[in-house]
């Protein structure tokens, strides 16, 4: 195993803990760097969350078409104003840990507003997912079983004991806490008992859930071994006290930060899997001797793509005109990852299934466009020669192949066009 160098090792983990490294990001040591992405704090420089305001009725009966299409025009405004104001705080915030983490865990607990239908809902569990992001997991296991968006999306909102619902329970296990192979069908049974009686109260605009003991199925239930008669929480502790949980989550949190195709060895996974504790979980991940292997290579996400680049060309999605910001949606879309809308339970995929045809498509006409936006003040201020090297500098691309190298030195006497290939070249699509 090739190890980086210390300065190579510092911008490997600012770009895997965050959006871009650009120049002047990497001042210090490795071990320093780790201190200061994992200390905690406040983002003074956090845009507040939008006003989203109530939905209006959605119209049930025949001869509501013009309240159905005004209810569906709310939600995707919604939609759209929750996108940009999560891409803007990436772009500002001067703890991109923080972000990433939240945007790794909605990639986790995957819930869609396509069938959630409530900005505010979505806008309440993003906020769960930054405030619980690196404690201890237990805790925001807890949280999720009950929040709101989460149960409307797996239809635990009216689970009752004479009908109970299995897909929280199913997913809890499968995809939340344990991994595939750590239960049985019976299990997903009895934890689907164990969860009913809850439902959602969507009354206000901030929706809240609601306990209905009568609803709950009586009797104990019999989870991975264990006979009680559970509750929610007490359902979710069970989970979380088995071995798989640790295991699982590190190995989750491992696809994110080192290698979405070679996992953990089995002495490392159990040193990250010693605590339930998420930071330390992280910390012990990012001091593992894999991280720091030359051969380790992330495809960036889109989403990674897009905040990333933004960032470094100090362009704020909130001051975009608003045919700009949906031309941004549609890039996301194009690309196949808009915040706040996963594909399905499972999330949405990594590696190598970014770089499709289609998607090199999407970059280079947001590349074309990002460049007509942006202050390219300090490229156009570099000599013709040196444009290339200041791109790399600016983007975090600790080289260019020679075959990108020629094709920006070609393009070097045009500031914008030199920047946009710069964007598209296959050294700034991966994390180093």
Not at 98 to 115: G, N, P
Not at 308 to 324: D, H, N, T
Request: one cysteine or more; charged letters at 25%; aromatic letters at 6%.
């Amino acid at each position: 195993m090739a190890v980086l160098e210390e300065r190579a090792r510092v911008v490997r983990l600012l770009q895997r803990t965050g959006f871009s490294t650009g120049a002047g990001d990497g001042g210090g040591g490795f071990d320093s760097a780790v201190g200061r992405v994992l200390a905690p704090g406040d983002d003074p420089d956090a845009p507040p969350p939008p006003e989203l305001g109530p939905l209006p009725m959605r119209g049930k009966r025949k001869g509501d078409e013009g309240a159905k299409k005004a209810y569906r025009e709310a939600v995707r405004g919604q939609r759209e104003a929750l996108t940009i104001w999560w891409l803007d705080r990436m772009v500002a915030t001067r703890r991109p840990w923080v972000e990433k983490r939240t945007l790794l865990w909605h990639d986790h607990w995957a819930t869609s507003i396509q069938k959630v239908k409530s900005g505010q809902a979505m806008l309440a569990q993003n906020a769960t997912l930054r405030r619980l992001g690196g404690g201890d997991f237990q805790a925001m296991a807890r949280a999720m079983v009950k929040d709101p968006a989460l149960m409307l999306w797996l239809d635990a909102a009216g689970n009752t004991a004479k009908a109970p619902n299995e897909n929280l329970a199913r997913e809890l296990m499968e995809l939340f806490v344990l991994g595939v192979g750590h239960y049985e069908e019976a299990d997903v049974r009895q934890a689907a008992a164990a969860l009913t009686g809850w439902a959602v109260d969507r009354k206000g605009e901030e929706w809240q859930p609601r306990f209905r003991p009568r609803q709950h199925a009586d009797g104990a239930q019999t989870v991975l071994g264990t006979k009680t008669d559970f509750t929610a929480m007490a359902l979710v502790d069970h989970l979380v006290e088995q071995p798989a949980c640790p295991r699982h989550v590190a190995s989750r949190l491992w696809a994110r930060l080192v290698s979405a195709e070679d996992g953990p060895s089995e002495e490392s996974l159990e040193r990250i899997a010693a605590s339930r504790d998420l930071t330390r979980m992280v910390r012990a991940i990012l001091t593992d001797p894999a991280f720091s292997d030359s051969g380790s290579v992330l495809v960036k996400q889109p989403v990674e793509y897009v905040v990333g680049a933004m960032r470094a060309l100090g362009v704020r999605p909130r001051e975009l005109e608003k045919k700009q910001r949906r031309q941004l949606m549609r890039t996301l879309n194009g690309l196949g990852q808009v915040p706040f809308a996963p594909p399905n339970v499972g999330g949405w995929p990594h590696g190598a299934a970014w770089l499709t045809t289609a998607a090199a498509k999407v970059r280079i006409g947001f590349a074309q466009q990002l460049v007509r936006q942006a202050d390219l003040g300090p490229i156009e201020r570099t000599a013709r020669g040196g444009r290339p090297e200041a791109l790399a500098r600016l983007l975090g691309v600790p080289e260019w192949s020679a075959a990108t190298a020629r094709v920006l030195d070609g393009a070097a006497k045009e500031p914008r066009r030199v920047t946009a290939i710069a964007l598209t070249a296959p050294e700034y699509l991966v994390l180093a």
